[in-house]
């Protein structure tokens, strides 16, 4: 059974910071790994996508790293702000077309104080 | 703007009381899915539709029922059997299964 842990749980950084964010799954056989941010009682906005066959990806400010053979993904973040105080989420998926569902960690909670 | 919508952003439910949370999506994905979550927790999926008339239980679809008549609603109805309805409730969208998941506002339920 395919299970996903985020550490830390919570994190609270000064302005400027360079940041990394971990996300460990049990069982390498993904399709992909999606990172997600969540502001307090809001949806869900997709931040990067890696398919199993990248290694990284990467938009603004963000990148992302997927190693499938140690079932790990980090996300760093660049010169950090206060608006990305958020929950961040990863998610990751078994296979491509019919009934493949997203399974999540339970996010870290940033805090970038100013 | 293409994008996916979720009614009502806040909803109270009386004890034995069924009650359904709309999401309608114009963004001609043929997947859409419903996933609870409660604080602290990751969101797990109640249910899943690939395409219009199918549908499929998730983790946790005990108490729960959906329709897919449309390819743009995927309407979710929290039946009384559900004894901890009490959560934050998010509907998605994507082209198909296992690709990019785009996700709702999400709706609010509250057991009194």
């Known amino acids: 059974k395919q299970e996903v842990t985020q550490i830390p749980a919570a994190l609270s950084v000064p302005e400027g910071e360079n940041l990394v964010l971990n996300c460990s799954f049990t069982?390498?056989?993904?399709?992909?790994l999606q990172w997600f941010r969540q502001d307090p009682g809001k949806g869900l906005t997709s931040l990067l996508l890696?398919?199993?066959?990248?290694r990284e990806q990467t938009s603004g400010r963000l990148n992302a790293s997927l190693d499938k053979s140690s079932g790990r993904s980090t996300l760093y973040i660049a010169a950090s702000q206060p608006g990305d105080s958020a929950t961040y989420l990863c998610a990751v998926s078994r296979g491509a077309g019919g009934y493949n569902k997203l399974i999540f960690g339970a996010g870290t909670r940033l805090a970038v104080h100013p | 703007d293409g994008g996916i919508t979720q009614s009502p952003k806040y909803l109270f439910r009386k004890e034995g009381q069924n009650v359904t949370l709309s999401c309608e999506q114009n963004?001609?994905?043929?997947?859409m899915y419903w996933y609870r979550q409660d604080p602290g927790q990751g969101l797990r999926l109640i249910y899943y539709s690939q395409i219009v008339n199918d549908f499929q239980k998730g983790d946790i679809a005990e108490g729960y029922s959906v329709s897919r008549e449309k390819k743009e609603s995927f309407p979710l109805t929290v039946t009384s059997a559900q004894k901890n309805p009490t959560a934050f409730y998010l509907c998605?969208?994507?082209?198909?299964?296992?690709?990019?998941?785009?996700f709702g506002p999400g709706t609010r339920l509250t057991v009194l």
């Open positions: 998605a969208s994507s082209t198909g299964g296992g690709n990019e998941q785009f």
């Open positions: 890696i398919q199993s066959s990248q």
């Open positions: 069982d390498s056989a993904i399709y992909n």
């Open positions: 963004l001609n994905h043929d997947a």
